[in-house]
Nanobody, 119 residues
Framework: QVQLVESGGGLVQAGGSLRLSCVASGIFKLNTMGWYRQAPGKERELVAEITSGGSADYADSVKGRFTISRDNAKNTVYLQMNSLNGEDTAVYYC??????????????WGQGTQVTVSS
């Protein structure tokens, strides 16, 4: 079982920055970690993810502005968000995916943290 706790959300002005953190209990270093977001009236979407080996992938809308990183010693994944704009306003969720050697996949979600960007 993995529990995820996000923090770091809040209200920020357009052009500003925030850093989100997600602390995981249980298995971490083997997991692919991701940040997703869901704006009102929209579906949840992938923002960024990072594999156990450190390979990162980003949504086109955040490339060059957001950076995902992980600290396996702290069981923590981060999302550094720069040059924020109103379209980044959403609840941000942390996701952990662990695939066992027999290909069984376990997926866990955090409770979410609100990010609001004011103009």
């Amino acid at each position: 079982q993995v529990q995820l706790v996000e923090s770091g959300g809040g209200l920020v002005q357009a052009g500003g920055s925030l850093r989100l953190s997600c602390v995981a209990s249980g298995i971490f270093k083997l997991n692919t970690m991701g940040w997703y977001r869901q704006a009102p009236g929209k579906e949840r979407e992938l923002v960024a993810e990072i594999t156990s080996g450190g390979s990162a992938d980003y949504a086109d809308s955040v490339k060059g502005r957001f950076t995902i990183s992980r600290d396996n010693a702290k069981n923590t994944v981060y999302l550094q968000m720069n040059s924020l704009n109103g379209e980044d306003t959403a609840v941000y969720y942390c996701k952990s995916v662990w695939e066992r050697p027999d290909r069984v996949i376990y997926t866990y979600w955090g409770q979410g943290t609100q990010v609001t960007v004011s103009s």
